[in-house]
T-cell receptor
């Protein structure tokens, strides 16, 4: 399983765009990049997943360069409710389910009024 | 549609006591998982199940047993609780989509303290 490295914590003011970068130097050809969000006292929640280039949904965007050794989660115009821990995961696609999720310590994002 | 539910939400045990945590999902998911999360740490996989009647060990299985007698339920048992098992336990489930890796849906967690 590819190891991921992401900042332990980040601070941002409300209304700003936040970019959280994750490095995964030994990502394999069949691996997908997935991000989860966890609010205090709750279970993690899936945010976004991608394989290459750019993926956007109603919550975030995910940028993946051509070499796929890193990825950046972008949260536009954050609010106080975006304060959470964000986990970057590299998930192997095996066609048989994603039970091999490995959660690191994540990035604790604190949004300041 | 309740998603993934966990029972109980909180529990305090004495060392050596046993208990069972119940996870239930109403999304007809094939796969179910049990994780533990310690303060300041990410989640670690304890056991998982890829279908009714099947279970497998995850990263930290020692001291835990599981059963998946019904598709919608996944039970986590502690036969003889130890203080090292003080943690927050999360259950999750996912549906095999086939072409992409499957999103896991998590329950609200059970906070367990072993004295």
């Amino acid at each position: 399983l590819a190891k991921t490295t992401q900042p332990i914590s980040m601070d941002s003011y409300e209304g700003q765009e936040v970019n959280i970068t994750c490095s995964h130097n030994n990502i394999a050809t069949n691996d997908y990049i997935t991000w989860y969000q966890q609010f205090p006292s709750q279970g993690p929640r899936f945010i976004i997943q991608g394989y290459k280039t750019k993926v956007t949904n109603e919550v975030a965007s995910l940028f993946i360069p051509a070499d796929r050794k890193s990825s950046t989660l972008s949260l536009p115009r954050v609010s106080l409710s975006d304060t959470a821990v964000y986990y970057c995961l590299v998930v192997p696609y095996s066609g048989a389910g994603s039970y091999q999720l490995t959660f690191g310590k994540g990035t604790k994002l604190s949004v300041i009024p | 549609n309740a998603g993934v539910t966990q029972t109980p939400k909180f529990r305090v045990l004495k060392t050596g006591q046993s208990m069972t945590l119940l996870c239930a999902q109403d999304m007809n998911h094939e796969y179910m998982y049990w994780y533990r999360q310690d303060p300041g740490m990410g989640l670690r996989l304890i056991h998982y199940s890829v279908g009714e009647g099947t279970t497998a060990k995850g990263e930290v299985p020692d001291g835990y047993n599981v059963s998946r007698l019904k598709k919608q339920n996944f039970l986590l048992g502690l036969e003889s609780a130890a203080p090292s098992q003080t943690s927050v336990y999360f259950c999750a489930s996912s549906y095999r989509q086939g072409r992409i890796t499957d999103t896991q849906y998590f329950g609200p967690g059970t906070r367990l303290t072993v004295l």
